[in-house]
Each structure stands twice: as structure tokens, then as C-alpha cells.
């Protein structure tokens, strides 16, 4: 191959994912799906370069929110380019450093890919992964669900291979037949309708606290607790600010029917770290039901230092709410796969998320979030519960 057409072919394929990346992820939960194309693209394309180009398209183009949500919160645009570029790039080279110019090496390889896209390390960095998406056409599956994912995947990656002649009638058959089943039937989430999600648009950055306006914040979300007509209630995520004594006098006029699950920041005087918390407070006590597994990455989370916030990755996921087994999520460990992995385990009946994005406020992260709980809600059949400030 000539080097002018191996760089029009590169290009194409940067393009296509591109394309894929951009219209999988923030437009329209059913669109999801189209993210699978990267398995299919491990599995087909025979050309390291060109898949390096469609995977790096496609991280770069869907994960495009991180950029401006990053140079909104450092206000700093070099910055915020490069950890969105070397982000995109670490993950893109993962799925190549792992790929084969042999098919059958592939098919052989591809599920330890999903194992390390995964597992800590690489899977506490990357995301928009396109695992949880099969719940578009196999809601209330579960992890049977997942195994059918891979084992159609595989087969449709066979049949390319061994039926060449007829995988041009037959993809564009089976496109043709998805498009009208989505929309005539697309996904639904389940709402839970025994906690009433608030949502706000109050301007807080996680980790930052001026006391005049934590005070003013606090306000608000306690008269939006009281004015509403919900016995259960749920605030975003650091809605308390960095929680203590004083703060938790204002709760004590709380309606004696009313329980609040909210988030707020605990400092650990123990381990001089912060603890991103999910509270459930009533009028007369408050209590820590939950501990953020994941924070984000070198802003929160500083592994082997005493600074940051504490991750408790290995905790058990679960809280008791009105007597069912849920999943709490915040954040950052929304947008990945080990999370809900180790949820779903201990069978929760609903998921609970918060998040705080106004520092990415006008970026489709908060779309991506969503959805990403959506997705792993409908695939399980639980309802879900999602508290945003942004």
C-alpha cells in the first residue's frame, strides 16, 4: 500500500469513528448502541493503523465535553487539551497494544480486552465503554444479557469472515431492521417513585468552599426538601458542602416524616482525607450511608499521598433505603464499568446516582452520565434515581 493511500485510509477511518463516537454518546439513549461497532472493529479490522485511527477517533470525539469541562474548571485551555488528548490516547492504545494482525489471535484476545477496559487501572480511566449499551435491544437481560452481547459479537464477527459474499446483504439487512425497533420501541429507564430526585442549577465546584455561600447553598436545598410534597428526597452530589455539626443544626427543623439522602463531603480526621459521601439524614440524626468508591483520578483521588479524597474501591456497594437493597453511584464512577460490575453482584432492587457538573456545565458529560446509568438500570430492570446539580 502506497503512502498516500495508507494516509487516505487512515483518514477515513478516524472519520468513521469520528461519526460513531459523536452520535453514540449525548444525542439519544438508543444512538448508544452504535459504540458496538468498536467491538466488531477489533474483532474485523485487519490493519493496526486503521484501527488505531477509528478507536482514537472515536475516544477523542465522544469524551469532546471532557475538554471544554476541564478548561472550564482549571480555566485553563493547554491544560484541559492535554489531559483530554493524553486521556483519549492511553485508552485508544490499550485496545491496539492488545490487538493482533491474526483474527483468530483476536477473537482469543479480545476477551482479556475487556478485562483489563475494565479492571483498575486502565478502567478507572477510561470510559464511554460500549459494554453496557446491549440493554438498547436486551432490557432486563442482566449479566445473561451481557454474555448474549459478546456472543453475538462474536458470531457476527464469524460470519463476516467465513460469508463474504453475503455480509453486504446481510449488515445493511440488519441495520435496516434495528432502525425502525428503536423507534418504535426504545429504551426505557424505570423511575423510582419512592424518592423524589431534586435538581438544581446553583453554582458549586466540588472541593471548594466558601463558607458565606455553602450557608446560602444549604438554605436552598433545605427549603426545596420542605416545600416538597415527597416523604423521600434526594439532593446532588456535595449539596451539604463539607459537613460537620454546624451545618447539620439547619436539618434539625426538618419535617419529623421527611428522610433526605444527600451528598456531602466529610473530612477524615484519621487519614487527613476527604470522604465524598452520600448522607440519609432526618430531623434528629444524620448518618453516612455510603462512601465514594471511585473519585476522579489525580484531582480527588491522590493515590500513596494523605491529601485528596479516600476511594473505596473495595467496600461493599450497597445501602438499605426504605428496606431494598440499592446501588449508589457518584460522579465520576457513573461514566464506568467496574462500578456496576460489583453492584450488581449483591442484586440491588434500584440505583441511586448524584453528581455535581457545574463545572462542565454546556458539555454533554452530564448527558453521558446519565445515560450511562440509564443504560446499566434498563439492562438490569431496576429503577433509577438521578440527582444532578448543573
Not at 468513521?16 to 454518546?25: A, C, F, H, N, R
Not at 464477527?157 to 425502525?180: D, E, N, T
Not at 472541593?207 to 434526594?234: A, C, G, H, P
Not at 446516582?353 to 430492570?381: C, D, H, P, R
Amino acid at each position: 500500500m502506497s503512502s498516500s493511500l495508507a494516509l487516505r485510509s487512515f483518514l477515513l477511518a478516524f472519520l468513521l469513528g469520528m461519526v460513531v463516537g459523536y452520535i453514540s454518546w449525548g444525542q439519544n439513549l438508543s444512538f448508544t448502541i452504535l459504540s458496538l461497532s468498536l467491538f466488531l472493529a477489533y474483532l474485523l479490522v485487519d490493519k493496526r493503523q486503521l484501527f488505531f485511527g477509528f478507536v482514537w477517533a472515536y475516544y477523542l470525539m465522544a469524551s469532546r465535553g471532557f475538554l471544554l469541562g476541564v478548561d472550564h474548571y482549571y480555566e485553563s485551555f493547554g491544560y484541559a487539551f492535554l489531559a483530554w488528548f493524553t486521556v483519549a490516547t492511553f485508552s485508544s492504545f490499550l485496545w491496539v497494544f492488545i490487538w493482533s494482525a491474526s483474527f483468530k489471535r483476536r477473537l482469543l484476545l479480545f476477551p482479556l480486552l475487556l478485562i483489563v477496559m475494565i479492571l483498575p487501572p486502565m478502567g478507572f480511566i477510561s470510559w464511554v465503554n460500549p459494554l453496557p449499551t446491549i440493554a438498547v435491544v436486551l432490557p432486563s437481560f442482566g449479566f445473561l444479557g451481557i454474555i448474549l452481547e459478546l456472543i453475538i459479537i462474536y458470531v457476527l464477527a464469524l460470519f463476516w469472515k467465513r460469508y463474504g459474499h453475503a455480509r453486504y446483504y446481510f449488515m445493511p439487512l440488519l441495520v435496516i431492521s434495528l432502525i425502525p425497533t428503536l423507534y418504535y420501541f426504545p429504551p426505557k429507564v424505570k423511575e423510582n417513585l419512592d424518592i423524589k430526585s431534586i435538581q438544581s442549577d446553583i453554582e458549586y465546584f466540588p472541593m471548594t468552599f466558601d463558607k458565606s455561600k455553602e450557608y446560602k447553598r444549604l438554605k436552598s436545598f433545605f427549603y426545596k426538601v420542605q416545600n416538597s410534597k415527597s416523604q423521600s428526597i434526594l439532593l446532588p452530589e456535595n449539596a451539604l458542602g463539607n459537613y460537620g455539626s454546624v451545618q447539620s443544626m439547619l436539618w434539625q427543623d426538618l419535617d419529623e416524616k421527611k428522610t433526605v439522602f444527600a451528598g456531602a463531603t466529610i473530612y477524615n480526621t484519621r487519614r487527613s482525607k476527604n470522604i465524598n459521601a452520600l448522607l440519609g439524614i432526618k430531623h434528629d440524626r444524620s448518618k453516612v450511608l455510603y462512601k465514594q468508591r471511585v473519585p476522579v483520578l489525580g484531582e480527588m483521588w491522590k493515590p500513596f499521598t494523605n491529601k485528596g479524597t479516600e476511594a473505596t474501591i473495595f467496600e461493599k456497594p450497597i445501602i438499605q433505603i426504605n428496606g431494598e437493597k440499592a446501588g449508589v453511584f457518584i460522579c465520576y464512577e457513573q461514566l464506568l464499568v467496574y462500578p456496576y460490575l460489583q453492584t450488581f453482584f449483591y442484586e440491588p432492587k434500584m440505583l441511586i446516582g448524584i453528581s455535581n457538573l457545574y463545572w462542565a456545565k454546556g458539555t454533554n458529560i452530564s448527558v453521558i452520565q446519565k445515560e450511562t446509568m440509564e443504560l446499566w438500570a434498563i439492562l438490569f430492570g431496576v429503577p433509577l434515581s438521578f440527582s444532578l446539580n448543573g
